[in-house]
């Protein structure tokens, strides 16, 4: 089991940075794509970036494209989103997950270990 753990989160305002971290202490070669998805007020979880480790390949969704990227540090096991220019509608909790697949998954079934979440406040 691959236990996964975001850090980053907090209120910020409109216009603002933020940087979440995902740690998967001990990674193996179990988790070979890793992602990012958010679930804001009222709405169904959604896809927001993926990265296929050791390979690089990355992608992410029209809605955060320009404003997001998504990054790892493969000797740190940690995957990184730095989200820049923020607004109010990015306001979620952000999920980390690992997929012990390559590829540049965008559906949550794909993924086999999921974090906690981490809270992301934007105020306009």
């Known amino acids: 089991q691959v236990q996964l753990v975001e850090s980053g989160g907090g209120l910020v305002q409109a216009g603002d940075s933020l940087r979440l971290s995902c740690v998967a202490p001990g990674r193996t070669s179990s988790t070979n794509t890793m992602g990012w998805f958010r679930q804001r007020p009222g709405k169904e979880r959604e896809f927001v970036a993926a990265?296929?480790?050791?390979?690089?390949?990355?992608y992410e969704s029209n809605s955060v494209k320009g404003r997001f990227t998504i990054s790892a540090d493969n000797a740190k096991n940690t995957v990184y989103l730095q989200m820049n220019s923020l607004k109010p509608d990015d306001t979620a909790l952000y999920y980390c997950?690992?997929?012990?697949?390559?590829?540049?998954?965008?559906?949550?079934?794909?993924?086999?270990?999921w974090g906690q979440g981490t809270q992301v406040t934007v105020s306009s």
């Open positions: 990265i296929m480790l050791n390979v690089g390949t990355l």
């Open positions: 997950a690992a997929s012990k697949e390559y590829g540049l998954w965008t559906y949550e079934s794909r993924y086999d270990y």
